[in-house]
């Protein structure tokens, strides 16, 4: 105090002295000017801390000196200022920072600092500043005592202000007893920081207080890591300080610790056990780390963790190696003769013999972890079998498998479990055993299995055993066995409830087996005995009863291979008996052919009745033939006619062909028309064109063009041009051979009408799929009366130009029916290699001769209110020559022309042909083909809109 007094006291000169050692004049320390009045009001008020800091603010720019006498005064008068206090004490601080720590000046500001803390001893901030200070001085004692006075002085709540400055103070001291001293009493106050502690001994190298701490701290259950680490983690830590610095622990037992940690985290298991070999590794204690190697390995149960432990445990083997041999290799050579090395040459030859007795067990020490995984695993299981069988151990294979088939429970079987004991006995039987082997069977079959295809297959590979040492009678009575079954369990509708053992007979393996050896070893009684059993007790396929029936067949038993057949039916429907009916059928024709075929006729009605529509097509197949064959032609026609008819439409196309090709061969090509009229009806619209194209190609090879046309007519209705071009290309190709100009033209307009009505369907659908109902129907209802319109206009227009044309080139007949001008369509020219018929169409109707087929026609005619015109010289040709012209309407009533030759009489005229058209625009809705066959006496009616 005295220092600090002194240093303001002016000189013996007149001049005062700053503290770093600046002179001051004394005329500066006279008040001047403002600082008059303050100094005036202070001496009224020298209390007033509003007054002093408004002095001192004016006393800014002044030097230090004069403002650390205002602050002196001030603090003289106000001394528990904090705000004065803290003021002066940064001044001071600011003042020096840029000297040496050994300037007086640092003293004088320590001195500074303890007049303050004599006031502001509450005050955190200052003992925090003044230890700052002290720890730039680097004066460790005194700064540990000020942190303990602070410690003393503040209450307990403002502790931690100065205990996080307290540790960093010690760690970066450099004085590791101080600093664990100091930590330790702050974990009394914060137990739950240890981890600092920690971190720090674990710097300084003090293992056994870091391990013991930490060991501490995770036997409280309340224990929570302030830096986020788990417990787990923390665990890990401890485990790896104690076996990684072994020597160093003193006051842990370390073993239990890490079984702790093995028993408490089971997904670290192998780098625990590693590192509990580790330490005693690092210990010296080398059978005890083997001792630990093997427990790890026979306990883990991840292959991670297994090849985690095997790694550590060959390359421990192979340093221990390397080290015998440097050791050996360093010492001196001794006598053959001596004990020590002897010994010492045995000890190198047990480590290899170690190591190598290690490698080989990696297999088997693999398989035993991934059986500890799923012990229910039956492929583990006979992993492990294979792995000792290539070793040739005998009895590890019989061990191997006894524990399998006690520790593999059928229920929860990963895999057949069947398959370890029908192993087990074969392995027997494999070593001429018979009797071991036929006692697993048997165990076998008392097994309660998951389902009866497992006790099946060891019935059978029971049997199967006894046929490959020719015990064929035990073989019998081991599936005899297995399939027999009491009354009243067979009597039993539902059967799920009861014991595999009680429920094996249903098996048609077993009863399939048993079959073949009683057929193969047997009578024939004693076979159908089988199969009638089978048949009784409802377990037979189709497939067994197929075979019965063969065997029956075999043996010249037709008929009771016939009601095995006939049995089978009935038992099971479609589709199980779809391979029965054709078997039976098949059979039957075959064996009886036509002497029978009132009864096969009974067959087939049977099967179509119970065969669906989609699925007859094979049936009337075979139908058809029998009568074909051994019946009436007629009768298969109409086999042939019902078939088309039943069938699904997809079939129908490939069946009509059919049909028509066995009633050309039978009847002659005249017969086929119905057939194609018939087909154009029943196909899909998609083979309607398909079916046309053939029909008209028929017509054409006849000669009947007309009749050729107006099918081409009828099939482009189905045939959208934009996509199907075959009957447009094949119409276009008979139009060039055999029609005209005008008949181009109409098969043209007839493609643009249709075009046009596949477009307009097209429209309708799209409109129809977009708006709403109401608005899209009155759409639809415009468009199509527009549409008609449009085909009206369009259609008028084309007859207008046709009637121009042909009156201008052929002087073709104007016919006009009511309010409509029809074109009639041109007389066709004669065609040189056609053969002369007659032209009477109903000679055989009695109608009194040619008179009466004239006035008929006559009557026909006048019905359809025909009006005459002058037909062109060019039409008739040479006919016209010599005689008299006659008009079409006279020769069209006569049905020829004067000058015709004389022909033979027709044959019965076909029926006309009569081809439903659509509704909607783009052609004829009837075309009548009227029946004559000669080539002047045929007549084309069509009706147009």
């Known amino acids: 105090m005295a220092t600090e007094a002194s240093a303001a006291a002016p000189m013996a000169n007149g001049t005062a002295a700053d503290d770093d050692g600046t002179v001051i004049p004394e005329s500066a320390l006279v008040p001047e000017g403002e600082a008059v009045v303050y100094e005036e009001e202070l001496l009224v008020n020298p209390y007033s801390m509003k007054l002093w800091l408004r002095y001192l603010q004016v006393k800014t720019e002044a030097p230090f000196a004069q403002r650390r006498l205002l602050f002196e005064r001030a603090l003289k008068s106000l001394p528990g200022s904090y705000k004065l206090w803290n003021m002066y004490l940064r001044e001071r601080k600011d003042k020096i920072k840029h000297k040496c720590v050994t300037d007086p000046a640092y003293e004088a500001l320590n001195n500074t600092f303890e007049r303050a803390l004599v006031f502001m001893h509450k005050m955190p901030r200052i003992w925090l500043d003044y230890t700052r200070i002290l720890w730039i001085q680097r004066k460790v004692t005194k700064t540990r005592h000020v942190y303990d006075r602070a410690l003393r002085s503040l209450p307990i709540t403002q502790h931690d202000k100065i205990w996080k400055q307290y540790l960093s103070f010690v760690k970066e001291a450099k004085v590791p007893e101080m600093a664990c001293r100091v930590f330790r009493r702050f974990l009394k106050l914060e137990p739950n920081e240890v981890e600092d502690y920690v971190e720090f001994l674990l710097k300084h190298d003090q293992w056994n207080e870091a391990a013991a701490l930490l060991a501490k701290a995770l036997n409280r259950d309340s224990f929570v890591s302030r830096k986020g680490k788990s417990k787990h983690a923390l665990w890990l830590e401890l485990c790896g300080i104690c076996t990684k610095h072994a020597p160093h622990i003193k006051n842990l037992a370390v073993e239990p610790i890490v079984r702790g940690a093995l028993r408490r985290f089971s997904d670290d298991v192998g780098r625990l056990w590693t590192s509990l070999a580790d330490y005693f590794i690092r210990l010296g204690h080398f059978e005890k780390a083997r001792d630990i190697f093997e427990e790890g390995i026979n306990t883990v149960l991840t292959v991670r963790d297994f090849s985690m432990i095997f790694d550590a445990y060959t390359q421990f083997e192979e340093t221990m190696i390397s080290a015998k041999m440097e050791e050996d290799g360093d010492e001196e050579e001794k006598d053959e003769g001596e004990d020590e090395l002897e010994v010492e040459g045995d000890d190198l030859e047990l480590r290899l013999a170690r190591l190598q007795f290690l490698l080989d067990r990696r297999a088997e020490l693999l ?311 018939a087909a154009t009806q029943n196909v899909p619209d998609s083979r309607v064109k398909d079916v046309c194209v053939r029909y008209a190609q028929l017509e054409q090879s006849l000669g009947e063009i007309d009749r050729a046309r107006s099918i081409y007519n009828y099939g482009s209705q189905h045939c959208d041009p934009s996509k199907n071009e075959d009957l447009w290309e094949a119409w276009n190709s008979f139009e060039v051979k055999h029609g005209n100009e005008d008949t181009f033209r109409e098969m043209l307009r007839v493609k643009r009408s249709v075009q046009l009505q596949f477009t307009q369907r097209h429209v309708n659908a799209t409109d129809a799929g977009v708006a709403i109902d109401a608005q899209g129907a009155a759409k639809r209802q415009k468009v199509a009366s527009d549409m008609e319109a449009l085909e009206r206009a369009m259609m008028d227009q084309t007859m207008e130009q046709l009637a121009e044309e042909q009156s201008r080139s052929r002087g073709g007949d104007i016919i006009a029916t009511g309010q409509e001008q029809v074109s009639a369509m041109p007389i066709a020219a004669a065609n040189a290699d056609e053969i002369a018929l007659d032209d009477d169409d109903d000679e055989d109707e009695g109608g009194g001769g040619e008179e009466a087929v004239g006035q008929k026609r006559k009557a026909q005619l006048g019905a359809l209110n025909l009006t005459e015109k002058a037909v062109p010289a060019a039409v008739y040709g040479g006919f016209a020559e010599g005689g008299e012209q006659k008009g079409a309407l006279e020769r069209f009533k006569q049905g020829g022309t004067q000058d015709d030759p004389p022909h033979p009489p027709d044959p019965p005229s076909p029926p006309p042909i009569s081809l439903g058209m659509p509704a909607s625009g783009g052609g004829p809705r009837m075309m009548v083909l009227c029946g004559g066959w000669g080539a002047r006496a045929r007549c084309v009616a069509p009706l147009l809109w």
């Open 367 to 677: 398989c035993s972890v991934r059986l500890r995984q799923n012990p229910h695993s039956v492929h583990e299981w006979h992993r492990r079998v294979k792995i000792f069988e290539d070793q040739d151990a005998p009895d590890k294979v019989i061990k191997a498998y006894a524990e399998a088939v006690q520790t593999v429970d059928p229920e929860k079987a990963d895999g057949k479990p069947h398959t370890l004991w029908v192993a087990f006995a074969k392995y027997y039987e494999d070593n001429d055993d018979l009797d071991s082997a036929r006692d697993i069977f048997v165990r076998a079959t008392q097994v309660k299995y998951r389902a009866t295809e497992d006790l099946a297959s060891v019935w059978c590979e029971y049997a199967e055993m006894e046929l490959r040492h020719d015990n064929f009678d035990l073989a019998l009575k081991v599936l005899h066995k297995s399939v027999s079954v009491s009354d009243k369990v067979a009597q039993m509708k539902d059967i799920t409830s009861l014991p595999v053992q009680q429920r094996v007979w249903k098996s048609t393996r077993l009863w399939s087996m048993y079959a073949d050896l009683e057929e193969s070893l047997g009578t024939l009684e004693s076979t159908k005995q089988v199969y009638d059993r089978m048949i009784d007790l409802k377990v037979a396929t189709p497939q067994i009863l197929i075979n019965y029936g063969h065997l029956l067949e075999e043996n010249k038993h037709f008929e009771d291979a016939f009601r095995v057949y006939e049995q089978a039916v009935n038992l099971f429907s479609w589709p199980l008996s779809k391979e029965l009916w054709l078997a039976y059928l098949s059979k039957f024709t075959a064996r009886y052919q036509g002497s029978k075929i009132e009864r096969a006729r009974d067959l087939f009605e049977q099967a179509l009745e119970k065969i669906p529509a989609e699925e007859r097509r094979v049936v009337y197949v075979m139908y058809a033939q029998l009568e074909e064959q051994h019946g009436l032609v007629k009768n298969a026609m109409a086999v042939y006619d019902r078939a088309c008819r039943e069938v699904s439409p997809a079939e129908r196309f490939d069946l009509y062909l059919l049909y028509i090709n066995k009633a050309t061969e039978f009847f002659g090509v005249t017969k086929t028309r119905p057939i194609y009229e």
